[in-house]
């Protein structure tokens, strides 16, 4: 549903002074990676334990959260919104104050969509405008996160994920689209109240890049799917299978990159999650509550991060890559060895972590 209330106020002033604002992506000579420098993100208002110089939470009251009255806030209209599931009236539906997620601008965004995207060169370096889309998905309750919300809730912030998506990738401009969620202070949420957020820019990041093109050059020899070996192999050995459902299936992976990592991925080959059909989503979203809850009785309270990794939103429905969730706990810290190498150390092995998660609801009672 489109909001058609009144404009709200306009945001604050930049903290950054104009003339030190940098939005550009700069790419590394050796690896060719992009990096974003974004200054603007100075801005954002910090109220998690980052914000605090002891390293203490800092207590946001619900009156004061910037999300729980988006437009009073000043965040702007939202661009899409979806009600609580309900069974009551049709006209109680309509109302916009009965919403229960809601898309929005962001704030205090990394990309601006007013940037020409374009190379230039400076020096041996090149560089392209900070070009992009950058939106918030907004929950409505302040103190009720993904794993503590009811399937048909989940489905919804699915659903708006899909309508952005299908909004954005229709600009030439943009490559990508990366959709992901920030879970506490040490997953990088500045603002407690769940929600998560959207970010399409005009090239493919490091660590996707690498995935589809590892993806495809494993199709190009083997003329096959990586990521449908994988899983055919994961259910038949079960070893690593934490969840299954008739949709969608999730593992702990084989070589993870932090302990507890789950992915969460179609059974079906699927390349692009924005085409997820309407029948699957309530089985999507009873796989990432599930993945969650588990995380929750083994792990106790803490901070996690999730994203969608798919396909670029210049191609359609391509048989080299299978879209996914991957859920990241904030629970281990990358030391010398890690950061030095770029080799991650797991001190607890997959097989363990996935025995660990499925008998996580027997541990709870």
């Given at each position: 549903?489109?909001?058609?209330?009144?404009?709200?106020?306009?945001?604050?002033?930049?903290?950054?002074?104009?003339?030190?604002?940098?939005?550009?992506?700069?790419?590394?000579?050796?690896?060719?990676?992009?990096?974003?420098?974004?200054?603007?993100?100075?801005?954002?208002?910090?109220?998690?334990?980052?914000?605090?110089?002891?390293?203490?939470?800092?207590?946001?009251?619900?009156?004061?959260?910037?999300?729980?009255?988006?437009?009073?806030?000043?965040?702007?209209?939202?661009?899409?919104?979806l009600p609580r599931p309900s069974?009551?009236?049709?006209?109680?539906?309509?109302?916009?104050?009965?919403?229960?997620?809601?898309?929005?601008?962001?704030?205090?965004?990394?990309?601006?969509?007013?940037?020409?995207?374009?190379?230039?060169?400076?020096?041996?370096?090149?560089?392209?405008?900070?070009?992009?889309?950058?939106?918030?998905?907004?929950?409505?309750d302040h103190d009720r996160p993904?794993?503590?919300?009811?399937?048909?809730?989940?489905?919804?912030?699915?659903?708006?994920?899909?309508?952005?998506?299908?909004?954005?990738?229709?600009?030439?401009?943009?490559?990508?689209?990366?959709?992901?969620?920030?879970?506490?202070?040490?997953?990088?949420?500045?603002?407690?109240?769940?929600?998560?957020?959207?970010?399409?820019?005009?090239?493919?990041?490091?660590?996707?890049?690498?995935?589809?093109?590892?993806?495809?050059?494993?199709?190009?020899?083997?003329?096959?799917?990586?990521?449908?070996?994988?899983?055919?192999?994961?259910?038949?050995?079960?070893?690593?299978?934490?969840?299954?459902?008739?949709?969608?299936?999730?593992?702990?992976?084989?070589?993870?990159?932090?302990?507890?990592?789950?992915?969460?991925?179609?059974?079906?080959?699927?390349?692009?999650?924005?085409?997820?059909?309407?029948?699957?989503?309530?089985?999507?979203?009873?796989?990432?509550?599930?993945?969650?809850?588990?995380?929750?009785?083994?792990?106790?309270?803490?901070?996690?991060?999730?994203?969608?990794?798919?396909?670029?939103?210049?191609?359609?429905?391509?048989?080299?890559?299978?879209?996914?969730?991957?859920?990241?706990?904030?629970?281990?810290?990358?030391?010398?060895?890690?950061?030095?190498?770029?080799?991650?150390?797991?001190p607890i092995p997959p097989e363990?972590?996935?025995?660990?998660?499925?008998?996580?609801?027997?541990?709870?009672?």
């Amino acid at each position: 549903m489109e909001k058609k209330n009144k404009a709200a106020k306009d945001a604050p002033k930049e903290k950054v002074p104009p003339s030190k604002l940098v939005a550009e992506f700069r790419r590394d000579m050796v690896s060719g990676d992009w990096v974003l420098v974004s200054s603007a993100r100075q801005s954002r208002p910090l109220f998690g334990a980052s914000a605090q110089k002891d390293g203490s939470a800092k207590i946001l009251l619900i009156k004061d959260c910037p999300f729980e009255d988006p437009q009073k806030s000043g965040n702007g209209d939202a661009l899409f919104w979806l009600p609580r599931p309900s069974d009551g009236k049709k006209e109680d539906c309509e109302k916009f104050d009965n919403w229960f997620v809601q898309v929005i601008q962001n704030k205090y965004p990394a990309v601006f969509k007013n940037i020409i995207p374009e190379y230039e060169n400076y020096g041996p370096f090149k560089k392209q405008g900070g070009f992009g889309f950058h939106e918030v998905v907004v929950t409505r309750d302040h103190d009720r996160p993904i794993e503590k919300m009811e399937i048909d809730e989940i489905s919804l912030v699915f659903r708006a994920y899909q309508q952005r998506y299908r909004v954005l990738e229709k600009d030439e401009r943009v490559d990508y689209i990366l959709i992901y969620h920030n879970q506490g202070s040490l997953a990088g949420a500045s603002v407690m109240h769940p929600h998560s957020q959207i970010v399409a820019m005009p090239n493919i990041p490091p660590d996707i890049s690498r995935s589809i093109n590892g993806a495809l050059l494993y199709y190009e020899k083997e003329k096959k799917c990586v990521h449908c070996v994988m899983l055919e192999f994961e259910m038949k050995e079960k070893t690593r299978v934490v969840f299954e459902n008739e949709c969608f299936i999730t593992i702990a992976p084989f070589a993870s990159k932090v302990p507890y990592e789950l992915r969460i991925f179609p059974k079906q080959h699927a390349s692009d999650f924005e085409e997820t059909p309407d029948n699957c989503l309530a089985h999507l979203s009873e796989a990432l509550k599930d993945a969650l809850t588990r995380l929750s009785a083994v792990l106790g309270e803490h901070d996690y991060n999730f994203f969608i990794h798919t396909s670029s939103a210049r191609v359609d429905s391509v048989p080299y890559y299978h879209w996914h969730i991957e859920i990241f706990p904030r629970t281990y810290k990358w030391a010398g060895l890690e950061l030095g190498s770029g080799i991650e150390v797991l001190p607890i092995p997959p097989e363990q972590a996935a025995e660990n998660l499925r008998n996580a609801f027997k541990k709870a009672k």
